[in-house]
């Protein structure tokens, strides 16, 4: 088990890095076909609607993105 949260902790602190970098290519890469993003009061995105979005919004002159994160249990 200890392994396995190391290595989701790795996975949440690589998001975070390349989230910052906008990295769209690092993100599209953490992916798989079945991932779900919930956000609240959107409709449910998948990959292929967050593949869409991603290169948009880091095109567009988007304020620096900067963000903690806390895992709280795994």
Request: overall charge negative; charged content about 20%.
């Amino acid at each position: 088990m200890q392994n396995d949260a190391q290595e989701i902790r790795q996975l949440v602190s690589t998001w975070m890095t390349a989230s910052k970098a906008g990295d769209v290519e690092k993100l599209l890469s953490l992916l798989t076909e079945d991932v779900v993003f919930l956000v609240p009061g959107q409709p449910v995105m998948r990959k292929t609607d967050f593949t869409a979005a991603a290169p948009v919004q880091s095109a567009q002159d988007a304020p620096p993105f900067d963000s903690a994160s806390e895992i709280q249990e795994i």
